[in-house]
């Protein structure tokens, strides 16, 4: 699958993802921070689901309604979960991400918003 990783995230996680063989960019690599939007919109364009630790990118893909091709949001994970966690919502979710799905993860719960 192909991943865009906010810079909230480790670059660790991101090269597990490579190593798992999905097509993970990070956004650490930008010279730059464009903001949420430009992120948002930048995964969009490039049909890649995001992966953050920040609840702002739900807010802009539900209530202003900005296009996205699947979010996923990692909530109170330790370093050393979030790579396994994301690769556990990656298999069981990755079809309803592509649709556009919104996963909300814990450590001990998942909660998915189907694509509207």
């Known amino acids: 699958m192909k991943l865009l990783l906010d810079s909230c995230m480790s670059g660790k996680v991101r ?52 296009p996205h091709s699947g979010i996923v949001r990692l909530v109170n994970l330790s370093l050393k979960q979030q790579a396994a966690v994301c690769l556990q919502v990656l298999e069981r979710y990755g079809e309803e991400l592509q649709t556009g799905a919104i996963v909300t993860a814990e450590s001990e719960r998942v909660r998915i918003r189907p694509a509207d």
């Open 15 to 66: 090269d597990a993802m490579d190593e798992a063989g999905h097509d993970a960019a990070w956004t650490g690599d930008w010279d730059q921070d464009p903001g949420d939007q430009e992120i948002l919109g930048t995964a969009h364009r490039e049909e890649r689901i995001l992966i953050t630790l920040d609840k702002d990118f739900g807010e802009l893909a539900i209530v202003r309604k900005i």
